[in-house]
């Protein structure tokens, strides 16, 4: 499955941005989706996921309250609602997704990534 993130941009602290990963090439529905961040100099972290129906939502503490994961597998799309958004919110946002996954932060369970999009947020 190919994937490509859309969406990122400059917004000021407090505002919104809705990230989109759209998928190509296989049934989307089978696949589970993460969103992942990497901010210059840290290490990659977890975001959110869903499951492939959608039945299992899970988020990061930090963005917890703030960011909503949803998918629509008619439309081969899975998007990243990001409200309220912080400075430390501030990183390349890449979505990636599997087939089989046990461990949903862990970004070595997800064998497909998308190019990234980079979120940026003045303070």
């Known amino acids: 499955v190919q994937l490509q993130a859309s969406g990122g941009g400059l917004v000021q602290a407090g505002g919104s941005l809705r990230l989109s990963c759209a998928a190509s090439?296989?049934?989307?529905?089978?696949?589970?989706v993460g969103w992942f961040r990497q901010a210059p100099g840290k290490e990659r972290e977890f975001v959110a996921a869903?499951?492939?129906?959608?039945?299992?939502?899970y988020y990061a503490d930090s963005v917890k309250g703030r960011f909503t994961i949803s998918r629509e597998n008619a439309k081969n799309t899975v998007y990243l609602q990001m409200n309220s958004l912080k400075p430390e919110d501030t990183a390349v946002y890449y979505c990636?997704?599997?087939?089989?996954?046990?461990?949903?932060?862990?970004?070595?369970?997800?064998?497909?990534w998308g190019q990234g999009t980079q979120v940026t947020v003045s303070s």
């Open positions: 990636a997704a599997t087939r089989t996954i046990y461990t949903w932060f862990r970004s070595t369970e997800y064998d497909y």
């Open positions: 090439g296989h049934t989307f529905s089978s696949y589970a």
């Open positions: 869903i499951a492939r129906n959608g039945a299992r939502i």
